[in-house]
């Protein structure tokens, strides 16, 4: 399960939902600034956080954006793939 933005209070629900629905086994990617901690919408009243607040992450991206290296790099680590210089 990728997600690219903040959690949001009234989204929070779904997004346990979806991944609840998902078979086994589950990763869960953090990608970008919004979606690791909640980016320029922290603080405010309807975010709760990042991704982390609501599901266990596997793999945060950091960025804003993320580079497009770092964004392949995660999903290959993910994977399981062996990563070559």
Known sequence: ????GPVTRHMA????DCHNAMPEPRKVIAVG???CCGGV?????AVMGGVA???PVDLQI???PPDPDALLRGLLQVSGERIEN
Do not use: E, M, N
Not at 13 to 16: C, I, R, S, W
Not at 41 to 45: A, D, K, L, M, V
């Open 33 to 35: 600034d919004c979606a």
């Open 53 to 55: 607040k609501v599901l």
């Open 62 to 64: 950091p960025g804003c």
């Open 1 to 4: 399960l990728t997600v690219s």
């Open 13 to 16: 629900a779904a997004l346990q």
């Open 41 to 45: 919408f922290q603080g405010s009243y």
